[in-house]
């Protein structure tokens, strides 16, 4: 059982910054991770993905080139910077931790969930 926690969240104004964190049980560390969002009203969409080894990321076009994820296997952790946040990223955030060593594109190959951390964008 892999467990999950996701701190960082918090209210900032547009064009600022938030780093989110996710503390991870050891047994996470083989697994690809991965950060989602949940804005009200809408789908879970995901934002960003890395491999165990760190060298293969993965970003969804909306958050490219302002977010970038980050994992430190030694400490069990996983970062997500957020720089030049906009409203639209408002949303919950989720850590999550794959099934599989190697990241794919299918979001049902996420199968451990941290309870989320609360990310504002104000305008």
């Known amino acids: 059982q892999v467990q999950l926690v996701e701190s960082g969240g918090g209210s900032v104004q547009a064009g600022g910054s938030l780093r989110l964190s996710c503390a991870a049980s050891?047994?996470?560390?083989?697994?690809?991770m991965g950060w989602f969002r949940q804005a009200p009203g809408k789908e879970r969409e995901a934002v960003a993905r890395i491999d165990v080894g760190g060298s293969n990321t993965y970003y969804s076009d909306s958050v490219k080139g302002r977010f970038t994820i980050t994992r430190d296997n030694a400490k069990n952790m996983l970062y997500l910077q957020m720089n030049s946040l906009k409203p639209e990223d408002t949303g919950m955030y989720y850590c999550a931790a794959s099934r599989f060593i190697l990241c794919g594109a299918d979001p049902a190959d996420f199968v451990y969930w941290g309870p989320g951390t609360q990310v504002t964008v104000s305008s």
């Open positions: 050891e047994s996470s560390t083989n697994r690809c």
